[in-house]
């Protein structure tokens, strides 16, 4: 990755771009949003004014940045936060034309929104107080990824959409169902945004450049090749899902039960357009792949006419709009994949693309809003009963009907809107794709069947509020119930944002210089092709008809026609509404029946599992290189005499395992076997190791003993048959004997010259080189110096997990005085007393012993660092010293000697090698970096260095451990 | 020397895989520590033999005359040994508390005792899950 970071990454060009303004447009809905937390309960009106605050500051620091760089082009929009540079991680933002503009539609359409749920919610405090917080994060989230140009940051602020808008779906928590369709649609954009996060590393990996700017830059040479479209595939699937396209559309119309200020902005205006966005984002990186126009014009071409069919046979206002607004995101992303259409030179097809979608926000968050509105003043949203809506004089319910129809004639595409228009410069699109391509006269029929589906849905619209016989249902099912509140001051909130977006919508349509003045600037930069013009005045197309007017004509008449017609009037179900709960029903029931084959609940079947595995794989490696199957040449077996008697102890001890069945004596085999590997550490030349392993056996043969006296004795039944038991444990065996052969002898055989970490720890060890900056580990014995020093950071979480399992036994076998209260029925009695094992012989032993273990102990600490000893060896002398004292004396005495719970030990020695670890840091130096001082001790000089400190702390951890484990099971037996 | 240390190793750990396949629990125990054993005896084969091609012998890793034997390899044993001595004190607990709440430390009847899973209507729960927790 960082061998080719520097092809696409900014780093010639000169940045002038302020990230703090991008910062704080993204971070000001979520802190606002939050910020109303803190306000107190019934201050509704504060809470919405400061909830606003947030998407209007977005607003005024995206305008402020507009105003200061102007509308910057691909790579100088670019503006990082460096955050791990040799990751080549930061906050990188790429504002131009296209992150503008959406950032700005999100945050307008955001103020809006947050007015509107005040009128929306009523006076309910606690429902607003939850809603604004969300609402805020979901808008942050969005504008993060429209303004993000690091690709992993996209992704990032992309899932967070989702995460938001789960929440933003399934607000009425009471409401079973609204919970599922949230959790429907969280798990469809969530896999889509997997699929995302897996395009996105392909495409990152693949050309070195984790930038949206840099593969712009970049585009013409990232090729073709199978990872580019691949990477491409899968990012359009997250596209894709986010973006209702088929086949995922279904989680779309299921999310309506939302309330409605969320179906209008995330449903309509933004979310669902993050993958369109991202479209547009990738148009001039893969456009000219062979593979983006064919699969992104067919996707979108069907959503656009099977969104539209649909959403005409809905009788419900906000399922109706979510389909065409399917049918609508399915034109878009068709007319980002004609985009891919080129004649010659470059990206071409594709004009006014911004407009399109600001267009379809200005009448589709409208429909919406007016849709809640509706059903606020109404208390309905079927079309059944709204019938008749105008005559039946219902307070306040006259304004929205008169915004629902003008919203409707725009989502129509009447003359006069600028949906008009936009709907002209599509066909025009695909006119022009289609001069080349032939087969695209399919999408443009297409194209008219879904513009006469919209233009039936305005008809059925207006024929339904104004009552007359070609509308839906009549009005013997009309209720007035519900019909509601928000008629306070805030009454007229519920109207007028829709008012004022539909406006712009009109004006735009009747006077385009103003609309080209505002996103004229932003569209040009959108593509290599300027566009000169701007938005032709809405009459021009009547002076100069081709095609295009052809084709709306034909789409308004057809259209009229067919809301007029009795075709199509039923209300249909979607087929694809049975695809999540399907696939949720097939993966539960086949999981489970594959959880059960695997996971059959005996551990034999784990481990036969598992060490087939194992054998299988070394077969397979001895398949490809053969030669490892050959005895190794040079082999010494009997160098060492002491060696190989131990090593046959080893062996019949082990044997001697299986085959002993009393139970006590199977622990000393046990136990002798261990003794015996100390032998061979000893002939290995590992002090250190013989010491500890001395000290485990001695350990755990009183733990194993201990134990055996609370366990239930085995009961005499026929054992397992033995042989195929025994023909896998040798096969296993003989694996790893062979292996451990191999490993052996290739280490005698290794060269001088090669070089190997243990010498570079053997040099180390005691004064350091250029390579380590100087430090060395000041000690001469260089496993200590390993422990402490070199891998100190290691130690310390082995000291952790040391004090976890000990915690883990105190918890799981808590302490004495609980059990008298009403705790688990003994299995076995008591044996022995607190007073100890009565015996002279044992307690004259441990009075002359045990001082003397001590004094052991303390050296092994004070010179662990530079010869045989240290914290583990000390700690655990120590623990074994004040075990056998308290087996000669008892409980009691061994409280007096040891006062406090072993817990403390741990809880300091922790502390101290944590603080010892951590100290340097505090100097600016790195973790763990020892210092050293050299101190009189009568003569002897004792060399002190800080990592002994971090000794101290391992040596209380392990005495805490050992002595409080050994003493929790003592107790069980009363001991 | 690395031929004895193989052969020990071979044994300890045919031993204890036939231990830990028996179906009582006490035997898997003894058959995971002497597994511990066989473990480290084959990482320690991998510093080579202590004895030198000429007869003598290397000597321990302290710095001072003559040729050590590598370090890094009784570092991590050490560690290990360590380690296991906590693996082995959790589940000798384990093990009590096993048979104090079953009065059984024969796998087959375990098995039967907690079936893995509930029936497949259910979504997963975290109390779904075999457990034997100290409360039952």
């Not at chain 1, 059960?596 to 070394?618: C, D, E, K, P, W």
């Not at chain 1, 077969?619 to 090593?647: C, H, K, N, Q, V």
């Not at chain 1, 200590?784 to 883990?808: P, S, W």
Request: charged content about 10%; hydrophobic content about 50%.
């Amino acid at each position: 990755m960082t061998g080719r970071s520097g092809r696409g990454s900014n780093n010639g060009a000169v940045v002038p771009v302020d990230p703090a303004l991008v910062l704080a447009a993204i971070g000001a809905p979520v802190v606002a949003g939050t910020a109303t937390l803190l306000l107190p309960r019934g201050r509704t009106s504060l809470r919405v004014l400061l909830a606003t605050c947030g998407p209007l500051a977005s607003l005024l620091f995206v305008g402020a940045h507009l105003r200061r760089y102007g509308v910057a082009s691909n790579e100088e929009g670019t503006t990082a936060i460096a955050w791990v540079p040799s990751l080549n991680l930061d906050l990188g933002f790429l504002v131009d034309g296209l992150a503008t503009f959406f950032a700005l539609l999100i945050a307008g359409v955001g103020v809006l929104i947050v007015l509107y749920s005040r009128a929306y919610f009523g006076s309910d405090g606690p429902s607003l107080a939850r809603f604004f917080p969300t609402l805020g994060l979901f808008t942050t989230a969005m504008l993060g990824v429209v303004l993000a140009d690091h690709m992993l940051l996209t992704v990032l602020f992309w899932e967070l959409t989702s995460i938001s808008s789960f929440f933003l779906i399934g607000w009425d928590r009471d409401d079973e169902e609204a919970v599922k369709r949230a959790t429907q649609a969280f798990v469809t954009t969530g896999l889509g945004g997997l699929s995302l996060l897996g395009g996105v590393l392909l495409l990152g990996d693949a050309t070195g450049s984790w930038r949206w700017s840099g593969l712009v830059t970049g585009a013409s040479d990232i090729g073709s090749g199978g990872t580019i479209v691949a990477a491409f595939i899968l990012i359009f699937i997250g596209a894709a899902s986010k973006s209702a396209q088929w086949p995922f559309h279904y989680w779309l119309p299921g999310a309506m039960l939302a309330p409605t200020p969320v179906s209008a902005y995330l449903h309509s205006a933004t979310m669902v357009k993050a993958g369109v966005f991202l479209l547009g984002r990738l148009l001039p990186v893969f456009g000219l792949l062979s593979l983006w126009l064919p699969m992104v014009v067919a996707f979108g071409a069907v959503t656009m006419l099977l969104g539209a069919v649909l959403a005409l046979q809905q009788h419900e206002l906000k399922r109706m709009f979510a389909y065409a607004t399917v049918s609508q995101l399915g034109l878009f992303v068709c007319m980002y994949g004609l985009g891919g259409a080129t004649d010659g030179h470059g990206v071409s097809a594709i004009d006014w693309d911004l407009s399109q979608i600001a267009s379809h926000a200005l009448y589709k968050a409208p429909l919406f809003l007016v849709a809640g509105a509706l059903a606020h003043r109404v208390g309905a949203r079927r079309m059944s009963e709204l019938f008749g809506l105008w005559r039946r004089r219902v307070p306040g319910a006259r304004l929205p009907a008169v915004i629902l129809l003008a919203a409707g004639y725009a989502l129509a595409g009447g003359p006069g809107t600028v949906s008009f228009v936009a709907k002209e410069l599509f066909f025009g699109s695909v006119r022009h794709a289609a001069g080349t391509r032939p087969l695209l006269v399919v999408v443009a029929v297409m194209a008219v069947m879904a513009a006469m589906c919209n233009v039936a849905i305005a008809v059925r619209l207006a024929a339904t509020v104004f009552g007359w016989r070609t509308g839906v249902g009549d009005a013997a099912g009309a209720s007035t119930h519900g019909a509601g509140h928000g008629n306070d001051r805030w009454g007229a909130v519920l109207w007028l944002p829709a008012a004022g977006l539909v406006l712009l919508q009109y004006v735009g349509g009747l006077v385009p210089t103003v609309w080209n003045s505002v996103f004229g600037r932003l569209e040009v930069n959108v593509n290599d092709e300027a566009f000169a013009g701007g938005l032709p005045w809405f009459w021009e197309p009547f002076l100069h008809p081709g095609v295009p007017l052809a084709m709306s004509m034909a789409a308004i008449v057809l259209g009229i026609a067919l809301g007029c017609s009795a075709l199509m009037r039923g209300q249909v179900d979607d087929v694809h509404d049975r695809i999540y709960p399907e696939s949720y029903r097939l993966i539960l029931r086949y999981g489970h029946r594959a959880f059960h084959r695997v996971q059959t609940g005996h551990l034999r079947h784990y481990l036969v599992l598992m060490f087939a595995m194992l054998l299988l794989s070394i077969s397979w490696a001895a398949w490809i290189d053969p030669t490892m199957l050959r005895l190794p040449d040079g082999l010494a077996p009997f160098e060492s005499l002491s060696g190989l008697m131990l090593g046959a102890v080893v062996c019949a001890a082990a044997i001697a395992l299986p085959l002993v069945s009393e139970r006590v004596v199977r622990v000393l085999v046990l136990g002798a076997s261990g003794f015996a590997v100390v032998g061979l550490y000893l002939v290995y030349q590992a002090p250190d190791l013989a010491l500890t392993q001395l000290m485990f056996e001695i350990i755990s043969v009183i733990l194993f003993l201990l134990v055996l006296r609370l366990l239930p004795r085995p009961d005499r039944r026929p054992r397992i048959s033995p042989a195929p038991r025994l023909v896998l444990a040798v096969l296993v065996g003989l694996v790893v004997g062979w292996m451990t052969l191999l490993a052996g002898h290739a280490a005698e055989q290794r060269g001088e010259e090669v070089a190997t970490l243990g010498e570079f720890f053997e040099e180390h060890s005691l004064h350091g080189s250029e390579l380590t900056d100087g430090h060395g580990g000041g000690g001469r014995n260089i496993v200590n110096v390993i422990l402490v020093d070199f891998r100190g950071f290691d130690t310390l979480g082995e000291i952790t997990v040391l004090a976890t399992a000990a915690l883990g036994v105190w918890s799981m076998l808590p302490g004495r005085r609980r059990h008298r209260d009403g705790g688990f029925p003994r299995m076995v009695p008591g044996v022995g007393s607190p007073a100890g094992i009565d015996s002279l012989i044992l307690r004259t032993a441990v009075q002359l012993v045990f001082p003397l273990t001590m004094l052991f102990a303390v050296y092994a600490a004070l010179k662990g660092h530079d010869g045989p000893g240290g914290g583990f060896i000390a700690g655990l002398v120590t623990a074994v010293g004040l075990c056998t004292y308290r087996m000669a004396f008892g409980q009691r005495a061994f409280h007096r000697l040891l006062p406090i719970h072993p817990r403390w030990l741990v809880f300091v020695g922790l502390s101290v090698a944590a603080g010892v670890a951590a100290l340097p840091l505090l100097l600016g130096q790195p973790l763990l970096r020892s210092g050293s001082a050299t101190l009189s001790l009568g003569g002897e000089g004792l060399h002190l260095v800080s990592a002994m400190a971090f000794d101290l702390g391992v040596l209380l951890v392990v005495v805490g451990v050992a002595v409080g484990m050994i003493g929790r099971l003592g107790e069980e037996l009363n001991w | 020397m690395t031929t004895v240390l193989a052969i020990c190793v071979t044994v300890i750990v045919t031993v204890s895989v036939y231990l830990m396949l028996s179906r009582e629990l006490k035997s898997i125990a003894m058959g995971v520590f002497l597994l511990g054993h066989g473990a480290n005896l084959s990482i320690i084969a991998m510093s080579g033999s202590p004895v030198l091609p000429g007869g003598g012998l290397r000597q321990p890793p302290i710095l001072g005359d003559g040729i050590l034997v590598d370090a890094l390899p009784q570092a991590l044993i050490l560690t290990a040994i360590v380690i296991n001595f906590a693996v082995m004190g959790f589940f000798l607990t384990l093990l009590v508390l096993t048979a104090r709440n079953t009065g059984t430390l024969n796998l087959d009847e375990l098995a039967l005792e907690d079936p893995p899973v509930a029936s497949p209507e259910l979504e997963p729960t975290v109390d779904g899950g075999p457990g034997g927790g100290v409360g039952r």
